[in-house]
């Protein structure tokens, strides 16, 4: 695949700010794309990696070209010392492999950092709360992400034990940070999932109809739109390799991108649409053990997979169908 303008562009010098490098996944949205733009200049990181992908060429999208130039004139923005390296795809790769190639392109160069989209404003502690936990986990293998969303539960004191953060086995990618030892596990196509049993999907706290039902969306979510996900796969990585997930105790990143032009959260009354966002405090509250919390994973799991109740009503109905020898009907 044929790239342009890739290369590095030094911003005017001065003093470097302690901030992790930073990854910025973009496409035909630059107003929002200006938005976390404006929040990374507040945490002002040494290294800024902007991934932008190419127009769709199918006739249908005629604005692409011209929005996907102004998300690439961003890149000129960057108005604090900073070495500014980019990626703009000449072609459209896709929902699933741009974003994954951009973050394998900024691991291969990077041994750590953060990846934010074009929708995910993060609040300015999101930065300094991942520095110190990208250095902090380094050599932790079993630890792999970092989530900045937590989905804002109501009972976070109760949830989180007081602490700062918290672990689960759960990622989210509304913001989140890792290591190139950890990505180095993403595997696209999944190589093995369909030999794979339930025990992968096995997470404390989750009852067996939601894991079940889990595995279920995973396998026809990539079978049916694999060409369209790619974070399906990294939680898939994530699960496989039994591999936690840190999760702030106050929510750090909203997601703007709700609405007509989003390829998936398309539904502005979601009720993780536009999520308000906290200040983390300083100096962090560290868990007294590295251990997956069941509490935390309730949280996630009620939000990224749905209604509990609903996996038992299909559960059921699989159990009286298989009782009475009645055969689903196909679609």
């Not at 913001?175 to 339930?198: C, M, N, P, Q």
């Not at 997601?255 to 989003?262: E, I, Q, S, V, Y």
């Not at 405090?281 to 997979?305: T, W």
């Not at 209604?307 to 009645?326: E, H």
Request: hydrophobic share 40%.
């Amino acid at each position: 695949m044929a790239f342009e303008n890739t290369g590095t562009v030094a911003a005017r010098g001065g003093t470097v700010a302690e901030c992790p490098p930073v990854l910025l996944i973009w496409f035909n949205r630059p107003d929002l794309a200006a938005r976390v733009l404006d929040r990374v200049r507040l945490a002002r990181p040494a290294r800024l990696y902007i991934a932008v992908d190419g127009a769709r060429s199918d006739g249908r999208h005629p604005q692409d070209a011209g929005l996907v130039r102004s998300c690439r004139d961003l890149a000129a923005k960057v108005d604090w010392p900073c070495e500014v390296r980019t990626r703009f795809s000449e072609t459209n790769q896709g929902c699933g492999r741009g974003p994954s190639n951009a973050i394998s392109w900024f691991f291969s160069q990077e041994g750590s950092g953060i990846i934010l989209e074009d929708d995910c404003v993060p609040d300015v502690s999101f930065f300094p709360f991942c520095a110190e936990l990208l250095a902090r986990h380094a050599a932790d293998e079993e630890v792999m992400h970092i989530n900045g969303n937590n989905f804002a539960p109501e009972n976070p004191k109760e949830i989180y034990g007081g602490y700062s953060y918290g672990f689960a086995r759960y990622a989210q990618a509304w913001g989140w940070a890792s290591w190139a030892r950890a990505w180095k596990h993403f595997d696209y196509g999944v190589t093995g999932i369909l030999e794979d049993g339930a025990e992968v999907f096995a997470v404390a706290g989750i009852d067996r109809f939601r894991q079940q039902a889990h595995r279920e969306r995973v396998l026809s979510t990539l079978g049916e739109h694999h060409h369209d996900v790619w974070d399906y796969q990294w939680q898939y990585a994530v699960l496989k390799h039994r591999g936690l997930c840190i999760s702030p105790a106050v929510n750090l990143i909203s997601n703007l991108g709700f609405g007509d032009d989003a390829t998936h959260t398309k539904d502005p009354s979601s009720l993780v649409a536009y999520a308000s966002t906290g200040t983390m405090g300083f100096p962090l509250e560290h868990p007294p053990a590295r251990a997956e919390s069941p509490a935390i994973n309730r949280v996630y799991a009620g939000k990224m997979l749905g209604d509990a109740a609903r996996y038992r009503k299909k559960a059921f109905k699989r159990w009286l169908r298989g009782l009475f020898g009645v055969k689903k009907a196909a679609k």
